[in-house]
Nanobody, 118 residues
């Protein structure tokens, strides 16, 4: 059974930092690209950052220079370090695992709320 469990969300003041974690179980980490997405109220879900097992990360323009993504393959965990947070970063953040080798599979976590007060 595949599980993606996010943690690290919360309430923070503008300019502050949070680190989100996503612990994956039930998948072979190196077969998947791991990503962070977010969805603000009334808006569509959008990509924040994605990383592959070899550590290559890509970031949305809104995340470049502020939200580095990283992973610990030994722990099957992916992180999103969120710095210089702004009120517009307020959203539910979701972890996603997309299989990039073999059959197609896509798994989502249940999300963690990030609220940035201005």
């Amino acid at each position: 059974q595949v599980q993606l469990v996010e943690s690290g969300g919360g309430l923070v003041q503008s300019g502050g930092s949070l680190r989100l974690s996503c612990a994956a179980s039930g998948i072979i980490f190196l077969f998947y690209a791991m990503g962070w997405y977010r969805q603000a109220p009334g808006k569509q879900r959008e990509s924040v950052a994605v990383i592959t097992w070899c550590g290559v990360g890509t970031h949305a323009d809104s995340a470049k220079g502020r939200f580095p993504i990283s992973s610990d393959n030994g722990r099957n965990t992916v992180y999103l370090q969120m710095n210089s947070l702004k009120a517009e970063d307020t959203a539910v953040y979701y972890c996603d695992a997309v299989r990039i080798a073999g059959s197609s599979s896509d798994y989502w976590g249940q999300g963690t709320q990030v609220t940035v007060s201005s």
